[in-house]
Protein backbone atom coordinates (compact mmCIF):
# COMPACT_ATOMS: atom_id res chain seq x y z
CA UNK A 1 0.00 0.00 0.00
CA UNK A 2 1.27 3.39 -1.09
CA UNK A 3 1.92 6.21 1.58
CA UNK A 4 -0.68 8.33 0.12
CA UNK A 5 -3.50 5.96 0.44
CA UNK A 6 -2.34 4.82 4.15
CA UNK A 7 -2.99 8.31 4.73
CA UNK A 8 -6.38 8.41 2.98
CA UNK A 9 -6.84 5.65 5.13
CA UNK A 10 -5.80 7.81 8.53
CA UNK A 11 -8.18 10.38 8.05
CA UNK A 12 -11.08 8.35 7.11
CA UNK A 13 -10.70 6.37 10.21
CA UNK A 14 -10.63 9.12 12.64
CA UNK A 15 -13.52 10.93 10.77
CA UNK A 16 -15.32 8.05 11.08
CA UNK A 17 -14.04 7.72 15.11
CA UNK A 18 -15.55 11.21 15.23
CA UNK A 19 -18.62 9.89 14.12
CA UNK A 20 -18.87 7.11 16.78
CA UNK A 21 -17.83 9.70 19.62
CA UNK A 22 -20.78 11.91 18.70
CA UNK A 23 -23.05 8.68 18.43
CA UNK A 24 -21.48 6.95 22.30
CA UNK A 25 -20.38 4.04 20.19
CA UNK A 26 -17.08 2.49 20.33
CA UNK A 27 -15.00 0.34 17.86
CA UNK A 28 -14.45 -3.30 17.94
CA UNK A 29 -15.31 -3.66 21.40
CA UNK A 30 -17.68 -6.82 20.88
CA UNK A 31 -18.09 -8.81 23.70
CA UNK A 32 -15.00 -8.21 25.88
CA UNK A 33 -14.41 -6.18 28.11
CA UNK A 34 -12.93 -2.22 27.25
CA UNK A 35 -10.27 0.00 29.33
CA UNK A 36 -9.88 3.42 28.48
CA UNK A 37 -6.76 5.56 28.13
CA UNK A 38 -7.77 8.63 26.69
CA UNK A 39 -8.90 10.38 30.45
CA UNK A 40 -5.11 11.66 30.94
CA UNK A 41 -4.84 13.39 27.64
CA UNK A 42 -8.82 15.27 27.21
CA UNK A 43 -7.83 18.20 28.90
CA UNK A 44 -4.64 18.52 26.59
CA UNK A 45 -6.26 17.87 23.86
CA UNK A 46 -9.51 20.78 24.65
CA UNK A 47 -6.28 23.20 25.26
CA UNK A 48 -4.93 22.68 22.24
CA UNK A 49 -8.50 22.72 20.38
CA UNK A 50 -9.04 26.15 21.75
CA UNK A 51 -5.28 27.30 20.55
CA UNK A 52 -6.34 26.28 17.34
CA UNK A 53 -9.68 27.74 17.14
CA UNK A 54 -8.01 31.31 18.61
CA UNK A 55 -5.11 31.24 15.66
CA UNK A 56 -8.45 30.33 13.15
CA UNK A 57 -10.32 33.27 14.17
CA UNK A 58 -6.61 35.91 14.04
CA UNK A 59 -6.24 34.44 10.74
CA UNK A 60 -9.28 35.29 9.53
CA UNK A 61 -9.29 38.88 11.14
CA UNK A 62 -5.61 38.71 9.63
CA UNK A 63 -6.46 37.96 5.85
CA UNK A 64 -10.02 39.41 5.80
CA UNK A 65 -8.49 41.98 2.89
CA UNK A 66 -7.05 38.79 0.76
CA UNK A 67 -9.85 36.58 0.09
CA UNK A 68 -8.21 34.03 -1.33
CA UNK A 69 -5.52 33.88 1.05
CA UNK A 70 -8.26 33.75 3.89
CA UNK A 71 -10.33 31.01 2.06
CA UNK A 72 -7.62 28.49 2.07
CA UNK A 73 -6.17 28.98 5.83
CA UNK A 74 -9.58 29.20 6.59
CA UNK A 75 -10.40 25.89 5.06
CA UNK A 76 -6.95 24.50 6.97
CA UNK A 77 -7.90 25.71 10.20
CA UNK A 78 -10.98 24.50 10.30
CA UNK A 79 -9.98 21.21 9.19
CA UNK A 80 -7.07 21.50 12.13
CA UNK A 81 -9.79 21.52 14.66
CA UNK A 82 -11.69 18.85 13.52
CA UNK A 83 -8.33 16.80 13.07
CA UNK A 84 -7.98 17.39 17.33
CA UNK A 85 -10.90 16.45 17.97
CA UNK A 86 -11.43 13.86 15.64
CA UNK A 87 -7.69 12.15 17.40
CA UNK A 88 -9.56 12.58 20.54
CA UNK A 89 -12.37 10.88 19.84
CA UNK A 90 -10.61 8.06 18.01
CA UNK A 91 -8.89 7.54 21.54
CA UNK A 92 -11.93 7.49 23.35
CA UNK A 93 -13.79 5.03 20.94
CA UNK A 94 -11.16 2.68 20.42
CA UNK A 95 -10.08 1.70 23.72
CA UNK A 96 -8.19 -1.65 24.88
CA UNK A 97 -9.87 -4.50 24.24
CA UNK A 98 -9.68 -7.67 26.89
CA UNK A 99 -11.89 -10.48 25.31
CA UNK A 100 -11.61 -14.05 27.36
CA UNK A 101 -13.03 -15.92 25.19
CA UNK A 102 -11.22 -14.69 22.24
CA UNK A 103 -8.03 -15.18 23.91
CA UNK A 104 -7.04 -12.17 23.21
CA UNK A 105 -5.72 -8.35 24.06
CA UNK A 106 -6.29 -5.84 21.60
CA UNK A 107 -3.81 -2.60 22.74
CA UNK A 108 -4.45 0.55 20.95
CA UNK A 109 -3.72 4.10 20.38
CA UNK A 110 -5.70 6.52 18.33
CA UNK A 111 -5.82 5.17 15.26
CA UNK A 112 -2.52 4.54 15.14
CA UNK A 113 -1.75 1.19 17.15
CA UNK A 114 -4.07 -1.84 17.08
CA UNK A 115 -1.95 -4.78 18.56
CA UNK A 116 -3.78 -7.56 19.03
CA UNK A 117 -1.51 -9.62 21.83
CA UNK A 118 -2.82 -13.92 22.50
CA UNK A 119 -3.14 -14.22 25.89
CA UNK A 120 -1.25 -17.32 26.20
CA UNK A 121 1.92 -15.59 24.51
CA UNK A 122 1.74 -13.56 27.61
CA UNK A 123 5.04 -14.49 30.17
CA UNK A 124 4.16 -11.93 33.05
CA UNK A 125 1.62 -8.75 33.51
CA UNK A 126 2.59 -5.94 35.90
CA UNK A 127 1.62 -2.71 36.30
CA UNK A 128 4.49 -0.01 36.16
CA UNK A 129 4.03 3.64 35.80
CA UNK A 130 7.31 4.59 33.35
CA UNK A 131 7.82 8.38 32.36
CA UNK A 132 10.32 7.82 30.03
CA UNK A 133 10.46 5.59 27.24
CA UNK A 134 13.97 4.69 25.65
CA UNK A 135 13.58 3.06 22.00
CA UNK A 136 14.68 -0.46 21.63
CA UNK A 137 14.45 -3.15 19.38
CA UNK A 138 11.80 -5.35 20.60
CA UNK A 139 9.71 -3.07 22.29
CA UNK A 140 6.99 -1.32 22.16
CA UNK A 141 5.75 1.87 23.76
CA UNK A 142 2.18 3.03 23.46
CA UNK A 143 2.25 5.80 25.70
CA UNK A 144 -0.35 8.78 26.54
CA UNK A 145 0.72 11.65 27.93
CA UNK A 146 4.63 10.52 28.18
CA UNK A 147 3.88 7.74 30.05
CA UNK A 148 2.86 4.07 30.28
CA UNK A 149 1.01 2.10 33.40
CA UNK A 150 1.10 -1.44 32.34
CA UNK A 151 4.04 -3.82 30.83
CA UNK A 152 3.43 -7.20 28.82
CA UNK A 153 6.67 -9.50 28.45
CA UNK A 154 5.60 -12.18 25.81
CA UNK A 155 6.78 -15.64 25.74
CA UNK A 156 6.94 -15.14 22.00
CA UNK A 157 7.21 -12.16 19.80
CA UNK A 158 3.97 -10.64 18.23
CA UNK A 159 3.91 -9.23 15.05
CA UNK A 160 3.01 -4.70 14.92
CA UNK A 161 2.46 -3.67 11.97
CA UNK A 162 3.71 0.80 12.26
CA UNK A 163 1.68 3.28 10.88
CA UNK A 164 3.56 3.26 7.52
CA UNK A 165 3.09 -0.61 7.12
CA UNK A 166 6.64 -1.88 8.18
CA UNK A 167 6.27 -4.91 10.43
CA UNK A 168 8.50 -5.11 14.21
CA UNK A 169 8.64 -8.04 16.39
CA UNK A 170 7.83 -7.08 19.84
CA UNK A 171 8.50 -9.01 23.16
CA UNK A 172 7.75 -6.39 25.64
CA UNK A 173 4.98 -4.15 25.52
CA UNK A 174 4.53 -1.09 27.40
CA UNK A 175 0.83 0.59 27.36
CA UNK A 176 -1.10 2.95 29.29
CA UNK A 177 -4.72 2.66 30.98
CA UNK A 178 -6.78 5.04 32.84
CA UNK A 179 -7.07 1.81 35.23
CA UNK A 180 -4.44 -0.21 34.89
CA UNK A 181 -5.05 -2.52 38.39
CA UNK A 182 -8.19 -3.38 37.24
CA UNK A 183 -6.88 -4.29 33.75
CA UNK A 184 -3.88 -6.35 35.52
CA UNK A 185 -6.01 -8.04 37.21
CA UNK A 186 -8.44 -8.92 34.53
CA UNK A 187 -5.58 -10.31 32.44
CA UNK A 188 -4.35 -12.21 35.18
CA UNK A 189 -8.00 -14.12 35.62
CA UNK A 190 -8.67 -14.42 31.93
CA UNK A 191 -4.90 -15.80 31.47
CA UNK A 192 -5.48 -18.81 34.49
Known amino acids: MTVGWLLVRH ?8 ALWVARRTHGTGGGSAFAYARGQGAMTAGFAFVCVVETVAMSVLLRDWPVAHAAFLFLDVYTVVFVVALHA ?3 VRPHVLD ?5 LRIRRY ?17 ELRMTHERAEGELNVEVGSQTTVTLELTEPVTHMTFLGRRREVRLVRFHADDPDGLVRALRRARV
Do not use: Q
Open 100 to 104: AADGT
Open 11 to 18: EARLLASL
Open 111 to 127: VHVDLCVPLERIASVRR
Open 90 to 92: SSV
